[in-house]
């Protein structure tokens, strides 16, 4: 794990808490993005080396959507940036983690993704990102 990539915040309404946190962070969003494989829309705020992204669900089936049934908005997850997410799933499994999709997935913000079970990350949803390279393109 290199870093801090981003924390995943689970939000009713984008362009409210897009407002909301342009004041409290004192900058806007760089950039909104819709990730149809996860139903959401998201919203990166730079804060430092690491980012705030928001997340809107944009359809019912959406995780975000079942999150926001049961809990307030909030916290939702911590990603991580990792070199090589192939070779970090394998360690993970290998220290006993839940991986959710082993296969990592397209994810905002040019990334390749992987879920940790909560019940696995003393129940912290973990997300790892690993940049997509132009030339991997
Ligand atoms: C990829 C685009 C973008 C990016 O950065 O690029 C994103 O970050 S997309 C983010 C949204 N997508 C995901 O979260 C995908 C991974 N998530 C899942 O597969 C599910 O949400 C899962 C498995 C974590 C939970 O599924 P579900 O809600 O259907 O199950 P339960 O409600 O039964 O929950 C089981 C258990 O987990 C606890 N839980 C659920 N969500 C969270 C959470 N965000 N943080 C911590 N804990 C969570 C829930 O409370 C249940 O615990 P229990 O003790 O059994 O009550
Ligand atoms: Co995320």
Same mark, same amino acid.
């Given at each position: 794990?290199?870093?801090?990539?981003?924390?995943?915040?689970?939000? &009713? @309404?984008?362009?409210?808490?897009?407002?909301?946190?342009?004041?409290?962070? %004192?900058?806007?969003?760089? *950039?909104?993005? *819709?990730?149809?494989? #996860?139903?959401?829309?998201?919203?990166?705020? &730079? /804060? %430092?080396?690491?980012?705030? #992204?928001?997340?809107?669900?944009? !359809?019912?089936?959406?995780?975000?959507?079942?999150?926001? #049934?049961?809990?307030?908005? %909030?916290?939702?997850?911590?990603?991580? @940036? /990792?070199? !090589?997410?192939?070779?970090?799933?394998?360690?993970? *499994?290998?220290?006993?983690?839940?991986?959710? !999709?082993?296969?990592?997935? &397209?994810?905002?913000?040019? *990334?390749? /993704?992987?879920?940790?079970?909560?019940?696995?990350? !003393?129940?912290?949803?973990? #997300?790892?990102?690993?940049?997509?390279? /132009?030339?991997?393109?």
């Amino acid at each position: 794990m290199r870093k801090i990539e981003h924390i995943g915040i689970a939000v &009713q @309404d984008l362009e409210e808490s897009n407002a909301l946190f342009a004041k409290l962070l %004192g900058k806007k969003h760089f *950039k909104t993005e *819709k990730v149809e494989g #996860e139903a959401v829309e998201t919203s990166f705020f &730079q /804060v %430092g080396e690491t980012k705030v #992204e928001l997340l809107q669900a944009t !359809n019912p089936n959406s995780a975000i959507a079942k999150y926001l #049934e049961k809990k307030k908005p %909030g916290v939702h997850h911590i990603a991580f @940036d /990792v070199e !090589n997410i192939e070779a970090e799933v394998e360690r993970l *499994k290998g220290e006993g983690f839940e991986i959710l !999709n082993e296969t990592p997935k &397209q994810g905002a913000d040019n *990334k390749l /993704v992987v879920f940790l079970h909560p019940r696995t990350t !003393n129940g912290v949803l973990v #997300e790892l990102c690993q940049e997509i390279s /132009v030339n991997s393109k």
